[in-house]
């Protein structure tokens, strides 16, 4: 699985702080950056987004504390993107309405480069679960496996192609939404490719944004993009691990552990739960854990089925 990626900002490629943020020298805390040229981008300001993205790549130091990457418009901008000087500075694409049908095409683009791809589900193909076995299948394939970092989920375009709008009374979980990043969740994740939330787009509903992300993780996403640096904090704050899923994932992963104990009034079972522990303990690595004391601990014990 991919490592986990937090909260991505979408900046767009038209925007005067685009220098700064992608170098670090403002908003440092941001993990991982996307420069966008797609929706965030009128046709008409195209020019200037590739002209203010030249300057950004041919300047920017070839390091930096986020991991940087370009939402690329079309294979088009992709190419155009790939000549600049310093691309090579990116950490990669995101890929835009990506299927089955045109990924080879962006893939073919960097094999001579060592960026990696997050290609985007946002089309209709993604209601087909035939689609998503066969896009499952092609990036599974050698030369296209090591380019996925992750596979992102479009929820607004989703939610376009049914006519529909999130409604600012419930996460996306209880829109028709729910059941399709479900099904991509068990379509993609028991293969190794990991995926991330789509974007919450109210910025003055943090109670419900609290709700989706802890929904988020419990589908399994390693990220979750942000529009504004306002949801940053507040979405990665729910990544920090609980004391006590700290400790449970600690001993499920000490090598003398029993199969079967319990621990904090809950089962632990090595075999089941080491997916979880690992990638709870990465989790813990990057964003902390919550400073609470851990609930009274049992001592291990097994437990009789």
Sequence with gaps: ????????????ATHKYLMDVASGTRLAHVRSLIMCTEDAVADRELSYALFNLSLVLANMPAAGPAERFVRVRNLDVMARVLAMPGADKLTGFVIPKATQYNLPIYCNLVRDTAHVLMPTLETAEVFYDAEMHALRHLISSPGIRERVAALR?????????????????????????????????TTFRPHGFALTAPVFEHLDLPELLAEEVNEDLAHGMVGKTAIHPSQITPIESHYRVSASDLEEASAIL???SPAVFAMNQSMCEVATHRAWAEST???SRLFGSHPEQAAPVLTSQTILR
């Design 1 to 12: 699985m991919v490592k986990t990626l937090g909260a991505s900002l979408y900046v767009p």
């Design 281 to 283: 303990l990465e989790r």
């Design 153 to 185: 989920i479009g929820g607004n375009d989703l939610l376009a192609l049914l006519g529909l709008r999130r409604p600012r009374n419930m996460t996306i979980y209880r829109t028709p939404l729910g059941p399709v990043i479900g099904r991509l969740v």
């Design 254 to 256: 000490r090598p003398d």
